[in-house]
């Protein structure tokens, strides 16, 4: 398996809600990667995954909050979200934390009404 | 932290001819430079890479130029097909940092 995938597809959320935006790889990858993408900008980095334990927060509110069950998961737990956190959150994956080539899941695109 | 700037925002060309996308960094620890072409509603696809010890490298018809002292990297893409119609990110890394710092995009736009 040489993909990232990430589930839902598509979620549409109240402000009230809590969801969760799930990614997985099987490709052995130790670094894992949450991003934000809105409309016609590049993917903004949220938060990076080393070995399971969190690496990097980029002074993400703490709305969002991450958690990698294991070497192949990584979750985004959303809560009481803002109508501006409507975007298309990636998922990404590398081999080791500062190897270079990060691989890219399909996203999942939220709406926050 | 890392700045990366990318010039133009938009290019059009017409099918079989060349199209050059250049970027820009500050940080000169900055050793690893991907770029990545994104089709509208997919995922960001990595095409080709060069890192801070090689000046060129291409792929087909895909090539990019690194030039570290002036703090340059460029997207070649020659003999252009519809199908390269995207947004095209460049990105940058700094040393062993996890961090990728990606350039604001070019949307190509490749006309029959």
Redesign the interface.
Known sequence: DTEVTQTPKHLVMGMTNKKSLKCEQHMGHR?M?WYKQKA??????MF?Y?YEKL??NESVPSRFSPECPNSSLLNLHLHALQPEDSALY?CAS?QE??Q????????TRLLVL | GENVEQHPSTLSVQEGDSAVIKCTYSDSASNYFPWYKQELGKRPQLIIDIRSNVGEKKDQRIAVTLNKTAKHFSLHITETQPEDSAVYFCAARAGTASKLTFGTGTRLQVTL
């Open positions: 670094a990667y016609k900008k590049p993917p903004e980095l990076v080393s690496s990097i990636l590398s934390p500062a270079e080539t990060q691989y890219f899941g399909p996203g």
